[in-house]
């Protein structure tokens, strides 16, 4: 009796610790940012002024140079391909017509914690971008998502 379960046990083990080895991972935190004229998202290192300051750029438009994704996010496990972060984008361009915009960056896991990645989106692409109205970022293992995390609207 006892060797007809060591077989399927062992069995169970083994896939166990092979399937362990496949990457995960998770997008932790997304935070949208406006960029003044000088590349800024913050006048000082204050949470408070850095809030302020967005208000105020949300507010005023004709202050604003791009748009700036902080993006913390982390794995675990070794991935079988390229990581790379995806932010998509939906907004309305002058004349009010739709318009969408995907931005990728390749990204490498550092230590065992958390880390951020910053995805900016500036110049003449962000003028002609218009208006955001909704984003997803997605964290992705060659071509296996791992994890998004959405705007309320997408």
Known sequence: MRRSLTLPI???????TLAAGAATGRVIKVLP????????????????????YQAQLRQHPEQRSGLRFAIEWKTKGAPTAQLKLRVE???????NLPRQLKLEQPV?????????????????????FGEMTAWRVTLWDGDQLLSEQKSFLW
């Open 89 to 95: 984008l939906r907004g309305v361009a002058k004349g």
């Open 108 to 128: 490498t896991r550092k230590g065992w914690f958390g880390q951020w990645t910053y995805i900016a989106l500036t110049g003449e692409d962000y003028q002609q």
């Open 10 to 16: 062992l069995f169970a083990l083994l896939v166990s």
């Open 33 to 52: 940012q406006f960029l003044d004229l000088k590349g800024r998202h913050t006048l000082s290192p204050s949470l408070y002024e850095r809030d302020a």
